[in-house]
């Protein structure tokens, strides 16, 4: 063990439960590095969204890492997103992620402890390198890019264009030019000393973005060993369909999903199938999605077992229009011997064929 390198993680929220795409990518590399016996340490933001009491943690979860969690206030406030559009150039979902206390720890950490690699999960703790530059000068810090951040702002706004206002499309453009700035500045002047993107597009994408410091890409990963027994779903003529979307409905992107496909697909899809059921799960519902009452849907909330969700609810749905990265929902659903239908969007970097292994 003390020849092994240290690790440190930086998590812009706390990575368990891994209950969505970003949290299941950081705790299977928690999990490889642990099993190759290198110590690693855990520091996360411990947000309103994704709370955690470090005391609840499974012993064995706690086996494979030392965590640490500081409260951190990220929730979008009306007045200082505001404030920062008119008064500011910098970008105000990078600005919400800086916490004093969060930098204490972290300097506390570094004071006590050798690291010889820092890997940061995200575009969005970019602020607090300049911070492990001054007590770790020579630990390499790798940039974890769940997403090409500027991407998913640009799609969003897109999508946006077409809806009744004129705001959101302009805040969101602007939003997106901001992060496009900010990104593009610390991938081409060496901020990071190596880049980890999630799909070889993505590692394309930031070479041409102009980065020159090594990339190497990593796919989210999944844990299978607890996969429950299943066969292949085929929709029997005598059974109304089944179908599913399961995805953290606190992400805009989700959220415009769903509501797209109720709105303009499933009106449709009732009608020449009666009886069909879609059933919708996740955490953090919206209160929009709590008090859906629409003719075939059911919304289960957050479920305890998303794979025994996803096997017993046919037909999985990924209608995606924004967004970036891999869904591990469809990787976990595949693996399910689920069918699926999805947007190019929602398929992207998952390498797999329109009518071979996926309905696109």
């Known amino acids: 063990m003390e020849n092994k390198p240290r690790i440190l993680f930086l998590c812009n929220k706390f990575p368990y439960p891994a209950n969505d795409g970003g949290t299941i990518a950081i705790m299977s590399l928690i999990k490889a590095f642990s099993h190759l016996d290198y110590p690693v340490s855990v520091l996360g933001m411990n947000t309103f969204k994704h709370y955690v009491n470090l005391k609840e943690i499974p012993e064995d979860v706690k086996r494979l890492a030392t965590f640490y969690a ?33 930098a204490r720890q972290l300097e506390g950490i570094l004071r006590r402890e050798h690291f010889d690699l820092i890997q940061i999960e995200g575009l969005y703790l970019t602020g607090y390198v300049p911070l492990i530059k001054r007590y770790a000068p020579t630990t390499p810090v790798v940039l974890r890019a769940h997403n090409i951040e500027h991407e998913l702002w640009e799609r969003q706004a897109e999508e946006a264009k077409s809806g009744r206002s004129n ?52 796919p989210a990963g999944a844990d299978f060993s607890h996969l429950p027994e299943t066969t292949p779903y085929v929709p029997s003529p005598e059974e109304p369909l089944q179908i599913c979307y399961i995805g953290a409905l606190d992400w805009t992107p989700n959220m415009e999903a769903v509501k797209w496909f109720l709105k303009k697909v499933w009106p449709r899809l009732l009608k020449n199938h009666p009886g069909t059921k879609f059933h919708i799960a996740g955490r953090n519902m919206d209160s929009w999605f709590v008090g859906l009452n629409v003719p075939g849907v059911i919304v ?49 970097g998952i390498p797999v064929k329109h009518g071979e292994h996926i309905l696109l």
Request: some cysteine; charged content about 25%.
């Open 70 to 102: 500081v409260d951190v206030d990220i929730k979008i406030k009306a007045f200082p997103a505001l404030a920062n559009l008119l008064f500011s150039k910098k970008p105000y979902h990078i600005w919400r992620f800086k916490s004093s206390a969060f």
């Open 300 to 348: 289960h909330g957050e479920v305890p077992d998303a794979y025994s969700f996803m096997k017993d609810h046919g037909i999985m749905i990924s209608p995606l229009f924004s967004g970036g990265g891999m869904r591990v929902k469809i990787i976990e659903g595949m693996a399910l011997s689920r069918p699926i239908i999805a947007s190019h969007v929602a398929a992207e």
């Open 167 to 218: 705001f959101r499309y302009a805040y969101l453009k602007e939003t997106a030019n901001r992060i496009r700035k900010y990104e593009t500045r610390h991938v081409t002047r060496e901020t990071y000393d190596a880049i980890v993107p999630i799909t070889h597009r993505d590692a394309k994408q930031f070479k041409k973005m102009g980065a020159s410091v090594p990339i190497q890409v990593c």
